[in-house]
Nanobody, 126 residues
Framework: QVQLVESGGGLVQAGGSLRLSCAASARTFNLLVMGWFRQAPGKVREFVAAITRGGGSTTYADPVKGRFTISRDNAKNTLYLQMNSLKPEDTAVYYC???????????????????WGQGTQVTVSS
């Protein structure tokens, strides 16, 4: 069982920055492929970014490329999402997700993930 707790959301003006954190309870955090997703009101949950178990590879959704950075600290069992140049369309509830896998890799579909946090609200005002 893996518990994920997000933090760091809030209200920010367009052009500002926020850093989200996701603390994981798993002893084997370094074996988890991790991802960030978001869901805006009235929309389906969408992929934002993902990172491999060791942190050596990352991938991003096109709308956030060049503005968001996903990273992880396996010693602290924590996943991060640095969000810069925020836009009103980034407003959403942001979720971290974990996939237990013996094979590594990187995943962009929500169905590929086994565990989810409760979400943290990010609101970007214009």
């Amino acid at each position: 069982q893996v518990q994920l707790v997000e933090s760091g959301g809030g209200l920010v003006q367009a052009g500002g920055s926020l850093r989200l954190s996701c603390a994981a309870s798993a002893r084997t955090f370094n074996l988890l492929v991790m991802g960030w997703f978001r869901q805006a009101p009235g929309k389906v949950r969408e992929f934002v970014a993902a990172i491999t178990r060791g942190g050596g590879s990352t991938t991003y959704a096109d709308p956030v490329k060049g503005r968001f950075t996903i990273s992880r600290d396996n010693a602290k069992n924590t996943l991060y999402l640095q969000m810069n140049s925020l836009k009103p369309e980034d407003t959403a509830v942001y979720y971290c997700a974990a996939r237990i896998t013996a094979y590594g890799g990187i995943y962009v579909k929500s169905d590929d993930y086994d565990y989810w946090g409760q979400g943290t609200q990010v609101t970007v005002s214009s």
